[in-house]
C-alpha cells in the first residue's frame, strides 16, 4: 500500500524538488529536517490494535461533495481507485482544511511574508494535534491518515507521518493559493523523509516538518530525492 502511495503521489503532484537545490542555512538556529525528536507511538499509549489499517470495503455511491480542492483530495480519488476511500475520510480533510483557514483568516493580504507561512504551517500542525493525530511511521497512505480509530485512549484518533502530513499541509497551501513544494531527502539511516518547502519571493524559502512540528534546515548529508519535478 505504502508503494502504491508513492506512486499516487508522483501521478498527483508535479511540485517535488531536489534537496540540491535549496540555499544552504545551517547558520539558522533551528533543528534539521528529519530529526526523530518525537515519542514513538507506544509512549503515547497506542497499541498495535489500535494501529489497525481500515479494511478495504466494496465501492458505494458517495453521498458526501468535498467543499474544498486540492492534491489531498487528488490522491484520495485516486487512492479510492485501488481501495474504496469512505466520504468520511474526505470530510475529515475538509475539517482540518476549515480549521485551519479560520484561525489564519487574518493573513490572506500577507501570505508571502515568512512569518505568515510559519503561521500557516503551525496553525496546520495545531489543529492536527486538536483533531487528534498521532504520529505513528509508518502511516500507509493518506486515507490510511484520516481514517477515524476507536483507540482506548480518548486524545488520539487518527495517526500521520511526514508524507500524509506533508500532503495535508499542502492542500492547505491550495486552499490558500499559495505554492508548497514537497521536498523528500535521504537520512543517515537509508530511511526517505518529506517535509514542506514554501518558495518565497526575493527570500530564503520556509521548511516546515510536520513530524517534529517545527520549522527546519536541510541536513548537509541529504541525498536526491526519489520524486523529482
Known amino acids: 500500500m505504502r508503494r502504491l502511495f508513492f506512486v499516487l503521489l508522483a501521478l498527483a ?62 490522491i484520495l480519488n485516486l487512492e479510492s481507485e485501488a481501495c474504496f476511500v469512505p466520504d468520511e ?12 483557514l479560520a484561525r489564519v483568516a487574518n493573513l490572506q493580504s500577507t501570505l508571502g511574508d515568512p512569518e505568515s507561512i510559519l503561521a500557516v504551517s503551525r496553525a496546520t500542525s495545531d489543529v492536527l494535534t486538536d483533531m487528534g493525530f498521532a504520529l505513528w511511521v509508518p502511516t500507509h497512505s493518506l486515507s490510511d491518515a484520516l481514517f477515524t480509530r476507536r483507540t482506548s485512549s480518548d486524545k488520539f484518533r487518527h495517526i500521520f507521518d511526514c508524507d500524509n502530513g506533508s500532503m495535508i499541509l499542502m492542500t492547505i497551501a491550495d486552499a490558500l493559493g499559495i505554492k508548497a513544494d514537497l521536498v523528500e531527502i535521504t537520512l543517515p539511516s537509508g530511511n526517505q523523509h518529506n517535509y514542506v518547502r514554501w518558495p518565497i519571493a526575493g527570500k530564503p524559502p520556509v521548511e516546515w516538518d510536520m513530524n517534529i512540528r517545527e520549522q527546519c534546515i536541510t541536513p548537509r548529508h541529504a541525498g536526491l530525492p526519489c520524486l523529482s519535478p
Open 13 to 74: 503532484s508535479a511540485t517535488a524538488v531536489s534537496a540540491g537545490q535549496l540555499p544552504n542555512r545551517q547558520a539558522f538556529d533551528l533543528k534539521v529536517c528529519g530529526d526523530s525528536n518525537y515519542p514513538p507511538p507506544t509512549a503515547l499509549g497506542w497499541s498495535a490494535k489500535d494501529r489497525e489499517a481500515p479494511k478495504c470495503e466494496p465501492a458505494s455511491a458517495r453521498n458526501y461533495t468535498p467543499k474544498h480542492k486540492g492534491i489531498g483530495f487528488e
Open 89 to 100: 475520510s474526505y470530510q475529515t480533510l475538509d475539517a482540518i482544511i476549515d480549521r485551519v
